[in-house]
């Protein structure tokens, strides 16, 4: 053991790492990590070697994690692993007054870094490469035991332009549809198949109309689209009974208390949500370009069914839009310093545009708090970040806000649509902010516009 020097400065450092540690085991921090843990802050203060603990600020913080973010090669776990570090060290041990306003979450929850399935990556594969490495053992087996026709699936998904998650979700749906059938060849499988796996999912399983739609939608494609078979016998199926679902709708009262529960990025992410209706993807998506101060509106690039819309841009957020904005201009500007900087483009509009995935227009409004490295292109990029965090965050507030109601990130474009209403907006009007193609779909918001199911009295009211 090492002797204490003369000015008592081991046993002070041998102090701070046993109240440290102290703090980690209080935190339910497993044993087995807490090394690391301690690893992570001493790589931090040799970073910021010749400056006391308690002098430091949340700049320098962030300073440092976005350092380490350009590391692109660091596992997600790892960077988790250094902002929690972080965290305890300036929260719970030291109590620095700014680290509890500190955007931690943002840092920890936006860390998933892009899976070489990730939908926004399909149009990034190199010619030869039609689909992702997928992790899911059952399409793999789909792609090997029926590999003629998933080429031909596939090939037809993309001539027709279709949405990259619509050909996962078709994709898992056949994988699902042949491991019923024991793997058995195209050629074999008859309309009685077919029928057999769409009764079997209502009957058996239980899912709902809406799943079994997408089952069937997924393999009339592949049927009749993609192989040119007639599937008129297999329509005459058991379906799954319909369900009326009326969508979860926050008062004013209670979004006001959940956007109060929140801070920092993630805050900003949810009102901007509220105050445009958008759904959660469209917001994640949005780049530079997308949003116009001077005509205070938004355009919504290729939403759903591939549509573009505009939507108001809330006067509100107008001036934290912009703080946000300066501060993902400086952390490009020191990416593009650090030889990085690039934003991904779909294939055919990089090659047209040359240079422009370097355009600050281009970034995303909302990028990932670290680069990440492209599975397909092998390009180190910074992406717009995970949308599970912002889940996460919302999940999170309306636990802390009491409010008694399942709320989603989707509860907050439902609670948009229905106080328009509520204030006499027109529901063409609103059919066009949200983007919806059927005026049906639109109606359903209307089920709150009395007060009192139905603008019924209860009769115990009038007792």
Same mark, same amino acid.
């Not at 035991?145 to 001539?159: D, I, Q, W, Y």
């Not at 309309?191 to 057999?196: G, H, L, M, Y």
């Not at 926050?250 to 105050?275: I, K, N, P, W």
């Given at each position: 053991?090492?002797?204490?020097?003369?000015?008592?400065?081991?046993?002070?450092?041998?102090?701070?790492?046993?109240?440290?540690?102290?703090?980690?085991?209080?935190?339910?921090?497993?044993?087995?990590?807490?090394?690391?843990?301690?690893?992570?802050?001493?790589?931090?203060? =040799?970073?910021?070697?010749?400056?006391?603990?308690?002098?430091?600020?949340?700049?320098?913080?962030?300073?440092?994690?976005?350092?380490?973010?350009?590391?692109?090669?660091?596992?997600?776990?790892?960077?988790?692993?250094?902002?929690?570090? $972080?965290?305890?060290?300036?929260?719970?041990?030291?109590?620095?007054?700014?680290?509890?306003?500190?955007?931690? /979450?943002?840092?920890?929850?936006?860390?998933?870094?892009?899976?070489?399935?990730?939908?926004?990556?399909?149009?990034?594969?190199?010619?030869?490469?039609? =689909?992702?490495?997928?992790?899911?053992?059952?399409?793999?087996?789909?792609?090997?035991?029926?590999?003629?026709?998933?080429?031909?699936?596939?090939?037809?998904?993309?001539?027709?332009?279709?949405?990259?998650?619509? /050909?996962?979700?078709?994709?898992?749906?056949?994988?699902?549809?042949?491991?019923?059938?024991?793997?058995?060849?195209?050629? /074999?499988?008859?309309?009685?198949?077919?029928?057999?796996?769409?009764?079997?999912?209502?009957?058996?399983?239980?899912? =709902? =109309?809406?799943?079994?739609?997408?089952?069937?939608?997924?393999?009339?494609?592949?049927?009749?689209?993609?192989?040119?078979?007639?599937?008129?016998?297999?329509?005459?199926?058991?379906?799954?009974?319909?369900?009326?679902?009326?969508?979860?709708?926050?008062?004013?009262?209670?979004?006001?208390?959940?956007?109060?529960?929140?801070?920092?990025?993630?805050?900003?992410?949810?009102?901007?949500?509220?105050?445009?209706?958008?759904?959660?993807?469209?917001?994640?998506?949005?780049?530079?370009?997308?949003?116009?101060?001077?005509?205070?509106?938004?355009?919504?690039?290729?939403?759903?069914?591939?549509?573009?819309?505009?939507?108001?841009?809330?006067?509100? $957020?107008?001036?934290?839009?912009?703080?946000?904005?300066?501060?993902?201009?400086?952390?490009?500007?020191?990416?593009?310093?650090?030889?990085?900087?690039?934003?991904?483009?779909?294939?055919?509009?990089?090659?047209?545009?040359?240079?422009?995935? $370097?355009?600050?227009?281009?970034?995303?409004?909302?990028?990932?708090?670290?680069?990440?490295?492209?599975?397909?292109?092998?390009?180190?990029?910074?992406?717009?970040?995970? /949308?599970?965090?912002?889940?996460?965050?919302?999940?999170?507030?309306?636990?802390?806000?009491?409010?008694?109601?399942?709320?989603?990130?989707?509860?907050?474009?439902?609670?948009?649509?229905?106080?328009?209403?509520?204030?006499?907006?027109?529901?063409?009007?609103?059919?066009?902010?949200?983007?919806?193609?059927?005026?049906?779909?639109?109606?359903?918001?209307?089920?709150?516009?009395?007060?009192?199911?139905?603008?019924?009295?209860?009769?115990?009211?009038?007792?």
């Amino acid at each position: 053991m090492a002797r204490p020097s003369s000015g008592g400065v081991l046993p002070a450092v041998q102090r701070f790492w046993h109240n440290y540690l102290s703090i980690l085991e209080q935190s339910s921090v497993p044993r087995r990590v807490r090394p690391y843990y301690r690893k992570a802050v001493e790589g931090y203060i =040799s970073a910021n070697r010749g400056r006391r603990l308690a002098t430091h600020t949340a700049a320098d913080v962030e300073r440092y994690l976005a350092a380490k973010g350009r590391r692109p090669y660091l596992q997600a776990w790892q960077f988790r692993q250094i902002v929690d570090a $972080l965290r305890l060290l300036f929260c719970a041990f030291l109590r620095l007054p700014w680290a509890e306003d500190l955007d931690w /979450e943002r840092w920890r929850a936006f860390t998933a870094t892009l899976q070489p399935d990730h939908a926004a990556l399909a149009d990034d594969l190199a010619p030869g490469d039609l =689909s992702a490495p997928s992790r899911n053992a059952l399409i793999n087996r789909f792609r090997s035991e029926c590999s003629v026709g998933h080429v031909a699936f596939v090939k037809t998904l993309r001539v027709r332009d279709m949405a990259p998650r619509t /050909e996962q979700t078709y994709e898992a749906w056949l994988a699902r549809f042949f491991a019923f059938h024991a793997w058995r060849p195209t050629a /074999e499988i008859i309309d009685a198949d077919i029928t057999a796996f769409l009764e079997h999912l209502a009957v058996e399983r239980r899912v =709902s =109309s809406s799943t079994q739609r997408v089952a069937l939608n997924a393999l009339v494609f592949f049927f009749r689209e993609v192989l040119g078979r007639k599937l008129d016998d297999c329509l005459a199926y058991t379906r799954a009974a319909p369900k009326r679902r009326i969508p979860v709708v926050l008062t004013q009262d209670e979004v006001r208390h959940l956007l109060g529960a929140m801070s920092g990025q993630t805050r900003l992410m949810a009102a901007l949500m509220y105050g445009t209706g958008m759904r959660l993807m469209e917001c994640v998506r949005l780049r530079v370009h997308d949003i116009d101060f001077g005509f205070r509106q938004i355009t919504v690039r290729g939403g759903k069914g591939g549509k573009d819309r505009v939507i108001p841009l809330p006067k509100k $957020l107008a001036a934290a839009l912009r703080t946000h904005l300066d501060g993902v201009h400086s952390t490009h500007d020191d990416d593009l310093q650090a030889g990085f900087g690039e934003v991904y483009l779909p294939r055919a509009l990089a090659r047209k545009l040359g240079g422009a995935a $370097l355009d600050w227009r281009r970034q995303y409004v909302f990028p990932a708090p670290r680069l990440s490295v492209d599975p397909a292109s092998r390009k180190t990029r910074r992406h717009h970040v995970h /949308e599970t965090g912002l889940q996460r965050a919302i999940r999170k507030a309306s636990i802390d806000a009491a409010i008694e109601k399942r709320v989603s990130s989707h509860t907050l474009r439902h609670s948009f649509a229905t106080h328009l209403l509520q204030s006499g907006k027109d529901i063409r009007l609103i059919q066009d902010l949200l983007g919806h193609a059927d005026l049906a779909t639109t109606m359903i918001y209307t089920h709150v516009l009395h007060k009192g199911g139905l603008g019924v009295q209860s009769p115990l009211d009038v007792l």
